[in-house]
């Protein structure tokens, strides 16, 4: 024992002698909103952490020849022009705890249920390395969602990125309970982030996890419409440090980020505050890497786990050509697509058919789930093409072709009504159209 202390002493005494001991030390020059600039900070790199005397904490977020700018992640108490600001020779690094199974938390080890932060805690850096090609393999295993929808027209593998994109309150955060529902028997773990949503609609998510048992094996990892922005920003980032950490255990992770137009409005919001020069709708130059870098982490990795990804994207008056909209499209392997106009007259879930797609088609299917789903799908389609024409007209009227089509068409619509909660097994979705028409 006395051998390990003398070493220890040895070692500080060096760090003395080398002047290694000695941090950077800067002034606050000037503070926008959470973001401030400080100068005199030398031998600093992206994503130290730093403190601003026993008021703040945060990570400096852009270096310039004379100045940096530090994300706020933490403030106690007013900051002004002159603070002395710290580095803390160390990167920032979010914090979890393995007791985090069914607990709503942070990036920073707290339990925002009980308020209470845990123990013991480990750290993770917010952005991890790329997972490298050669340690990637093909996506072919079936993600099952429970939802005949999706999993018969549109499916989803293991290891997918598959974007959920829609108007508010069009069902996309039940399309993601529901999923995570689905999960119970499947070893699955599933995160999901809360981005900048308000404390009540957190606790709703929560307790209603908590009463279809599903809670068990779900972590929510949350950031307050409330937080610091840089807060916020970071939380996604942590709960993928997170996720990936469990992939390399070999388990397959399902991991929700609801919702990443306002983790980009955030970014926006931070960008503007950082004076950079803003690009269309305002948005910073890089807001297309901002998003691809954290999506990217969505694989099937050779060791056996995976990472499945579903972001959510919220749009207005169904616009999906936006640009933070265009550019996930653009990074996801395919996007469900919800419309309002359906949800309104009662379709659940209200997927548009026409517009969604999985580039990865049956790849990931049995074969008796692409026997049935390009069959059926195929007379949805045609239907859809017809039903906004014929469906006010007697069907008395119509020819008797036509009129086929329009009752097989309502009958497909009916039986893929699901409300919330209510999956169905594979076994369910090959057999449920059997009495429309027999597939071929």
Request: charged fraction near 25%.
């Amino acid at each position: 024992m006395s051998i390990m202390w003398d070493e220890i002493a040895k070692n500080v005494m060096k760090d003395i002698d080398s002047n290694e001991n000695v941090f950077s030390t800067g002034k606050v020059v000037n503070i926008s909103g959470s973001m401030i600039e400080v100068a005199g900070l030398k031998d600093v790199a992206f994503y130290e952490s730093v403190s601003i005397l026993n008021k703040a904490k945060g990570y400096v977020s852009a270096i310039y020849e004379s100045t940096v700018n530090i994300s706020l992640v933490e403030q106690d108490a007013p900051i002004v022009i002159g603070d002395k600001v710290y580095t803390l020779n160390k990167n920032f690094k979010v914090s979890f705890s393995m007791d985090s199974l069914g607990k709503v938390v942070d990036v920073f080890g707290n339990d925002l249920i009980t308020g209470k932060k845990f123990d013991t805690l480990l750290e993770f850096d917010v952005e991890t390395k790329p997972i490298e090609l050669v340690e990637r393999s093909e996506v072919n295993r079936e993600f099952l969602t429970g939802i005949a929808g999706i999993d018969l027209f549109y499916p989803i593998g293991k290891g997918q990125r598959q974007l959920i994109i829609g108007d508010k309150k069009t069902g996309k955060t039940q399309i993601c309970l529901d999923m995570i529902a689905n999960q119970k028997n499947s070893k699955m773990l599933c995160i999901y982030v809360a981005i900048g949503k308000t404390k009540k609609e957190v606790k709703e998510i929560y307790y209603e996890l908590t009463k279809i048992g599903a809670m068990s094996y779900t972590i929510i990892v949350a950031s307050f419409f409330d937080d610091l922005p840089a807060k916020s920003f970071v939380t996604p980032y942590g709960a993928t440090s997170l996720a990936k950490f469990f992939m390399m255990q070999g388990m397959d992770v399902l991991v929700i980020f609801d919702d990443l137009k306002k983790h980009a409005d955030i970014y926006r919001h931070m960008s503007l505050a950082a004076r950079k020069v803003p690009g269309r709708d305002a948005y910073p130059s890089d807001i297309f890497y901002t998003h691809a870098r954290l999506l990217e982490n969505g694989c099937q990795h050779i060791g056996g786990g995976s990472i499945t990804m579903i972001p959510v994207v919220e749009t207005r008056s169904g616009d999906i050509t936006d640009y933070i909209s265009t550019n996930i499209i653009s990074i996801c392997d395919g996007q469900l697509v919800l419309s309002l106009k359906k949800f309104n007259k009662g379709e659940r879930p209200a997927i548009d058919y026409g517009l969604s797609v999985s580039r990865l088609g049956g790849q990931v299917q049995s074969r008796e789930m692409k026997k049935v789903g390009i069959k059926i799908k195929q007379d949805l389609l045609s239907y859809l093409e017809i039903r906004d024409i014929y469906e006010l007209v007697n069907l008395d009227d119509l020819g008797e072709n036509m009129k086929n089509r329009m009752v097989e068409g309502q009958k497909i619509l009916s039986k893929l009504n699901q409300y919330k909660y209510s999956p169905l097994t594979k076994e369910q979705m090959v057999v449920l159209f059997d009495d429309i028409k027999e597939v071929k």
